[in-house]
């Protein structure tokens, strides 16, 4: 099969509470700087501008709400994008199903790269590489997913059962598991789900037709031909995730194994883990292990405590034992 031009699709869904309080509403994790001078969101961007070639073009997908957030860091970048407003948060499959759905009036057989705004991957050149040997797997029809092989048990993330070495089918998606079994689920060569997605806008129109084809109904003609908002139609759209609603269905699935650093940013203690140093530098003394964020011109100093995440806001701080970080989302939900 001739191979497609490259259409990257950033999604800029998900509100990143575990990440409170310097995730809100108004302003979600992927547009915070958390690893250096650029958001998440240009990070992801940056990755892959490079992929953007031969009439190709990069997509983002994200909230109404977002929208000037979303032209002003594509701006500082000088990027530009077709940009798909959703007039209300559907789940990743309806959001997928739009960007395929645009590729597919344009490109048919364009390689769809649907992929997270808010990810840690700083081997941007090995990761387009990754990329491209999905994509070509996926001229010859598959969906490949990428699987980062993992450094550590953690029941943060989703997990992935290969049906052999290197590029092969999937043969079971696992949900996220506690940490004793995500221990035996590294023990057997299982794979972190990282959420990215290769196929060409064909072979996504088909499966999700097949496998959720009210989605596909819901966003077909909901799709603005330049970008911007979605249609009304999008509304209708069941609320589900990409996962469940193809990927544990389809017989197309593939998994292409990756050995990078890679983190999903998903609460402080993964931030702490791939920052250099302490975070905001901090007065401490008979400290150890504590991860500061706080803006310029506010102090924090720590005595005596281990093991602490201090997260500091202009309207709200932050104190927990970076080993609870993935509670935050817990302790916003309750108030």
């Not at 797997?137 to 993992?150: E, F, K, N, S, Y």
């Not at 953690?154 to 089918?169: C, D, K, N, Q």
């Not at 102090?299 to 281990?306: N, Q």
């Amino acid at each position: 099969m001739t191979s497609g031009r490259n259409y990257p699709v950033i999604l800029c869904g998900g509100a990143g509470t575990r990440l409170w309080p310097a995730s809100r509403p108004d302003r979600p994790k992927p547009f915070l700087e958390l690893t250096g001078s650029l958001s998440l969101f240009q990070l992801a961007v940056r990755r892959v501008l490079p992929l953007v070639e031969e009439d190709g073009r990069l997509l983002v997908v994200g909230g109404e709400g977002h929208a000037p957030l979303i032209a002003e860091q594509l701006a500082a970048l000088g990027a530009e994008a077709i940009v798909l407003l959703e007039p209300e948060g559907r789940d990743s499959g309806p959001a997928v199903a739009a960007a395929a759905a645009w590729v597919e009036a344009q490109d048919p057989d364009g390689r769809v790269m649907i992929l997270a705004s808010d990810h840690h991957i700083p081997d941007e050149a090995r990761y387009r590489q990754a990329l491209l040997t999905a994509a070509a797997a996926a001229d010859d029809g598959r969906i490949v997913t990428l699987g980062v092989a993992p450094t550590q048990p953690s029941s943060a993330y989703g997990y992935i059962r290969a049906e052999g070495p290197g590029l092969s089918p999937v043969a079971t998606f696992i949900e996220k598991p506690d940490t004793m079994q995500a221990q035996q689920l590294i023990m057997e060569g299982c794979l972190w789900n990282s959420g990215a997605f290769i196929a060409t806008a064909r072979t996504l129109k088909a499966e999700v037709l097949d496998h959720a084809p009210d989605i596909w109904r819901a966003v077909e003609g909901a799709v603005p031909a330049e970008g911007g908002r979605l249609g009304d139609g999008f509304l209708s759209a069941p609320r589900l995730s990409f996962d469940y609603a193809v990927m544990e269905k389809t017989a197309r699935a593939s998994v292409l194994p990756l050995s990078l650093a890679w983190s999903d940013l998903g609460a402080w203690d993964a931030v702490a883990a791939v920052s250099q140093g302490e975070g905001t530098p901090h007065l401490a003394h008979d400290s150890a292990g504590c991860w500061v964020r706080a803006p310029d011109g506010v102090a924090v100093a720590t005595l005596g405590v281990s093991g602490l995440a201090v997260i500091v806001e202009p309207d709200a701080v932050l104190v927990c034992d970076l080993s609870r970080a993935q509670d935050v989302k817990r302790l916003i939900q309750r108030s």
